[in-house]
């Protein structure tokens, strides 16, 4: 088992890198501190096919796999949490479900300009009512003529005023299953612009702060009948299927997070002088770095495993990597969130001051820790899947 | 045809409209160095359309003897008309030793010509002396004496080496402007004249020019800076910038300042050097009334020569500089200038 | 159009030199890259290839870990590469190397080179015209723009105080400043790509018209005497107790016996 990356990938890593340093860093602080969205980064990333990675050639993407995508991320991540989850966003939870579920005639409309960063994806499933407990939607549509109607509220949007293309999740009926009543879920593509379709609140959130996070609100929003994505009914397996290669993007995310916030700790405590010399010459320091530098170790190899474990189906079904992807995420959200807290610790006074990077990561990791499924579903995920 | 024929110390003196450039004299003062242990004379080869009055001045700063080229094509600096000028000379008159100047037009006529006469250029010299090569005698090679001994940095300078060229002439160098002293003038020293023309005719290499435009100074852009003065909170007012802007003008550099100046208000931002500013890398930073902040310092410490002043000896600043003075900057600030000023005047 | 371009693997000098504990310099450590000056002429004839449409070839002369800059020259959009590698040709001064690159041009079809101004790391910016003086082709040095008007080329061409417009049929070589544009980054297609496309290697042999007389250490003009590396430098020298006059006048020889003034 070779567990060093290929020429390809060291390549990728180090374009990624060179990106995230010269075009990301300079801006993340000033995302954080004005609420702002990195409009122009995701033009420059278009431009180097950023917007693309995992679509095939055909479709005008950069035919690459999921490991250079969560390179990508990673490099992003390492400097600013808010771009790396515009772009988990639009590439996990708009581009894969399109590719996985869409008809050639969905994928040919929307793929190509979605991996040319020309349109931004996004992805609507969470309402008012319905954070975990997903099955809670009430979001209606109704199908009149050659067209659904759609009616409701998603909340916590990400990307959400600044996409043009919209996953979105609907109750569309009632099945019986098993005897009993339940909802019949489905999924939907939304443009913007769409009559009906306008947005509400714009959320203020304790970290990614750039990140556009909108309320959005249907109001007998009428789509095309062409725009079912998948089949009727199958809307909530999609969003499960969605929300399980999100995962791994958002634990690169976390993991990336990490990986700057040692970072840059290991360059301070290097300089920090206390007590006539440095601070890294204290034990404690050392070994807070120690254990820090394992875990974030242990959280990149699960990452690479669970993107490697998607490569191997590609836009298949998640069977074969939804609990790799479950268990990448819950360690790494977790260890972001340890890192980051203990790292603006070894900062002390400085680690609480806005002028320097680690309180920014530290508020950013915590949402690691809940979008895309709390670390409480995890659990209940990983649980499952061994209780079988 | 052997080495030792080749002899005399050339310099390439370049000139532009028919103005004589600053280099051409620091080169000429150099020559005159070179010349002394040789024993041979030193030539000006002068290159240009309606030039040849200009050769009295080339005489005035050492001179002993002027090799004009005067050609209507060679009106404007071309790559072509000027190599061949340059070239024909070496080869009837057969120098050891040519220095070009290492600017703009010396870097690519240097090349050109040392190529087109099969010898070695070594580039950007910073001292020339006259030597043996091997340095030291070894067994079984010959060690040859009166060579020019070149030296220059190289990796980015990291290295400084030193250069021969012993089995080819002329021994060619390019030398930048401001590293060589020129000689005090000597007025009315004449120089014998010789013109000298090979004949121009036009082939494939030589280049039209479309337009000549001359440049204009525009912003500010430090990161580009070759002298930095820059002020830190120690200066205590934007009005004291003044003696700062003025010490940058007498030693031909730019302002810029540290965090706090910013914060103040004092300065723009684009003027701040810093972690949260630019990274600046200038062959001079001085660091005025500034603490030394790590944040700061981040920003400049790969200047090749700092030098800080500030009134308190414990500044961190004094860590990084080359040269730190204790002391009162709005004493000796203003008092520097002066002398910088009346330094550049003894030189003009 | 058949572009050629010039490139050079380099250490990183200008932004990451590394020393080792005792102060000296650790080349092995410093990363390898493409030389700047030739990635700003490297994008240059990718921007006439995206406006006017070309071939770009790029070569190198070097190790054979020097196949590195090619992927790079090629992930960001060159359609050819091939490495010059040969022990014979090590240890070669800037008339060795202009020769033997020649040598290798001498094998392609082009109507323009671009070649950097100078490299970060030997610093002397004459392979390029020496390299045009090999070919027997007009050079434009320090291009601060390029632009193409049918068989000719239409460069800015910068000096100290002023530019000229130049026009000059092609063939042509033009050397390029870092300053004439900003690179494109690579992409992710031009990487996976650019590491399964084929380079063409060739060796001392696969260079006609080039005499052994004129490549490697013993083809070199100018020799190396001696070379030491600085050492990082450590705290300065502080001056207390001096008046103004005292201080100014320390820092005034300072300067004057640099050069500075």
Redesign the interface.
């Known amino acids: 088992m070779d567990f060093t990356l290929d020429?390809?990938h060291e390549?990728?890593r180090s374009?990624f890198h060179?990106?995230a340093q010269n075009e990301v860093k300079p801006l993340a602080q000033e995302l954080d501190e004005e609420e702002r969205f990195p409009r122009e980064t995701v033009e420059k990333m278009a431009?180097?096919?950023?917007m693309g990675?995992t679509v095939p050639?055909e479709y005008g993407?950069?035919?690459?796999d999921e490991l250079?995508y969560v390179l990508?991320m990673e490099e992003i991540a390492k400097v600013c949490g808010t771009t790396a989850v515009v772009l988990s966003g639009h590439t996990s939870l708009c581009i894969d479900p399109i590719m996985t579920f869409g008809t050639e005639e969905q994928k040919q409309k929307y793929i190509p300009k979605l991996a040319a960063g020309e349109w931004i994806g996004a992805f609507g499933l969470t309402e008012p009512g319905a954070g975990t407990d997903a099955q809670g939607q009430q979001t209606k549509a109704v199908l009149d003529g050659d067209e659904w109607v759609l009616n409701g509220s998603k909340c916590f949007i990400t990307n959400g005023k600044e996409a043009n293309v919209y996953i979105i999740i609907a109750v569309t009926g009632t099945v019986e299953k098993r005897g009993r009543k339940m909802k019949e879920i489905s999924a939907f593509i939304v443009e913007k612009g769409t009559p009906g379709f306008t947005f509400g609140t714009k959320e203020k959130k304790m970290g990614i702060r750039g990140s556009s996070t909108y309320e959005l609100i249907f109001t007998d929003c009428r789509i095309p009948k062409e725009n079912l994505l998948g089949q009727i009914g199958k809307g909530f397996a999609i969003a499960m299927h969605t929300l399980d290669g999100g995962r791994i993007g958002i634990a690169t995310q976390a993991l990336g997070i990490a990986e700057g916030a040692l970072d840059i700790t290991v360059d301070y405590v290097k300089?920090r002088k206390q007590f006539g010399r440095a601070i890294a010459a204290f034990q404690n320091t050392q070994f807070q770095l120690a254990n820090m530098k394992a875990r974030v170790d242990a959280a990149q190899l699960m990452v690479y495993k669970a993107a490697a474990a998607k490569d191997q189906v590609g836009f298949g079904s998640a069977s074969s990597y939804g609990i790799a992807a479950a268990e990448a995420k819950l360690f790494a959200a977790e260890t972001a969130m340890e890192v980051t807290t203990k790292c603006v610790q070894l900062f002390g006074g400085y680690g609480y001051i806005r002028?320097y990077d680690i309180e920014r990561m530290m508020r950013d990791a915590k949402i690691t820790e809940i979008y895309e499924g709390t670390s409480e579903v995890m659990r209940m995920v990983i649980s499952a899947a061994l209780l079988k | 045809m052997s080495l030792e024929e080749y002899k005399g110390v050339f310099i390439y003196a370049q000139q532009v409209d028919n103005h004589i450039d600053n280099i051409a004299f620091e080169l000429l003062g150099k020559a005159k160095d070179l010349a002394k242990p040789l024993e041979t004379p030193v030539t000006a080869v002068l290159i240009g359309y309606q030039v040849k009055d200009l050769a009295d001045k080339l005489a005035e700063y050492g001179a002993d003897r002027v090799i004009v080229v005067d050609d209507p094509e060679l009106k404007e600096y071309r790559t072509e008309p000027y190599a061949h000028a340059l070239a024909s000379v070496i080869n009837e008159y057969k120098p050891e030793i040519v220095l070009v100047g290492a600017t703009a037009i010396g870097r690519d006529l240097g090349p050109t010509v040392s190529a087109r006469v099969h010898t070695g250029l070594t580039a950007d010299c910073t001292s020339l002396d006259i030597g043996d090569f091997p340095l030291v005698a070894k067994e079984g090679q010959e060690q040859k004496h009166n060579q020019l001994l070149m030296t220059r940095p190289a990796f980015g300078g990291n290295t400084i080496a030193t250069i021969a060229c012993p089995d080819h002439r002329p021994q060619m160098s390019t030398v930048r402007p401001g590293v060589m002293q020129k000689l005090p003038k000597v007025a009315g020293a004449k120089a014998e004249v010789i013109e000298y023309n090979p004949g121009f005719t036009p082939n494939n290499r030589y280049v039209e020019i479309q337009e000549v435009v001359k440049a204009v100074k525009n912003t500010v852009d430090i990161q580009k800076a070759k002298i930095l003065v820059s002020g830190g909170r120690g200066v205590g007012s934007p009005e004291n910038f003044k003696i700062l802007e003025d010490l940058a003008a007498a030693i031909g550099g730019e302002v810029s300042c540290s965090r706090a100046v910013v914060d103040n208000g004092w300065k723009p931002k684009d003027l701040q050097v810093g972690q949260t500013g630019k990274t600046v890398r200038p062959q001079i930073y001085f660091a005025i009334g500034i603490s030394g902040a790590i944040q700061h310092v981040a920003g400049m410490e790969e200047s090749d020569l700092i030098i800080a002043i500030n009134k308190d000896e414990t500044a961190p600043i004094f860590d990084v500089a080359d040269y730190g003075i204790v002391g009162d900057l709005n004493k000796i600030v203003p008092k520097l200038t002066e002398m910088i000023k009346a330094e550049k005047a003894k030189k003009a | 159009m058949k572009i050629v371009v010039c490139v050079k693997q380099v250490p990183d000098t200008a932004g990451g030199v590394k020393f080792k504990p005792d102060g000296t310099l650790d080349r092995a450590a410093m990363l390898a890259i493409m030389n700047p000056d030739d990635k700003a002429g490297l994008e240059a004839a990718l921007r006439l290839k995206d406006q006017y449409g070309a071939e770009v070839t790029v070569v190198t002369m070097g190790l054979p870990k020097a196949d590195a800059v090619l992927r790079e020259a090629l992930a960001m959009g060159a359609d050819k590469a091939i490495l010059i590698t040969d022990r014979r040709l090590g240890g070669a001064d800037t008339w060795a190397t202009s020769s033997t690159i020649a040598a290798g041009i001498r094998n392609l079809e082009y109507d323009m080179i671009i070649t950097g101004r100078q490299a970060i790391d030997g610093d002397t910016a004459q392979v390029g015209p020496q390299i045009a003086e090999h070919l027997g082709l007009p050079v434009i040095s320090y291009a601060q723009d390029i632009k193409v008007d049918g068989d000719s080329v239409i460069v800015q061409r910068q000096y100290d105080d002023r530019y000229h417009v130049l026009k000059a049929k092609m063939p042509v070589l033009i050397t390029a400043l870092a300053e004439l544009n900003e690179p494109r980054y690579m992409t992710p297609k031009g990487i996976w790509e650019a590491c399964d496309a084929e380079v063409t290697v060739w060796g001392r042999d696969d260079l006609k018209d080039l005499s052994d007389e004129n490549i490697g250490l013993a083809g070199s003009p100018t020799k190396i005497a001696k070379a030491s590396d600085k050492v990082r430098k450590g705290a300065g020298t502080i001056l207390k107790d001096l008046d103004a006059d005292g201080a100014a006048a320390a820092i005034c020889n300072t300067l004057v016996e640099k050069h500075y003034i």
């Open positions: 020429k390809k390549m990728a374009l060179d990106f431009k180097c096919g950023m990675i050639k993407g950069q035919g690459c250079t990508a300089e002028e």
